[in-house]
């Protein structure tokens, strides 16, 4: 048994059901504006558009997990995408 658990987890103990409905409003919202721009990102930076998708999913989903604030707000960010297209 883990003895102290993953940030994330901590808040799915004490989640009350009654946040559900602006949780997932808020998720659809977000999802329908970071995914064309993560999408757009990678191509600015000369990589494949599903570079991009993994790269605004996979770190969220990760990030609700272990990170140590529930109020963080997290994204793709354009000022990135002209410096990994001049590194390639």
Do not use: F
């Given at each position: 048994?883990?003895?102290?658990?993953?940030?994330?987890?901590?808040?799915?103990?004490?989640?009350?059901?009654?946040?559900?409905?602006?949780?997932?409003?808020?998720?659809?919202?977000?999802?329908?504006?970071?995914?064309?721009?993560?999408m757009?990102?990678?191509?600015?930076?000369?990589?494949?558009?599903?570079?991009?998708?993994?790269?605004?999913?996979?770190?969220?989903?990760?990030?609700?997990?272990?990170?140590?604030?529930?109020?963080?707000?997290?994204?793709?960010?354009?000022?990135?995408a002209?410096?990994?297209?001049?590194?390639?």
């Amino acid at each position: 048994m883990l003895q102290k658990w993953p940030p994330g987890l901590q808040v799915a103990r004490s989640y009350k059901i009654s946040w559900l409905r602006g949780d997932l409003i808020a998720a659809v919202v977000l999802t329908g504006l970071l995914i064309p721009a993560g999408m757009g990102y990678a191509e600015v930076a000369g990589l494949p558009p599903v570079t991009g998708l993994y790269a605004t999913i996979v770190p969220l989903l990760v990030y609700a997990v272990v990170g140590p604030s529930r109020l963080l707000v997290l994204g793709p960010d354009s000022a990135l995408a002209p410096i990994i297209g001049a590194s390639i």
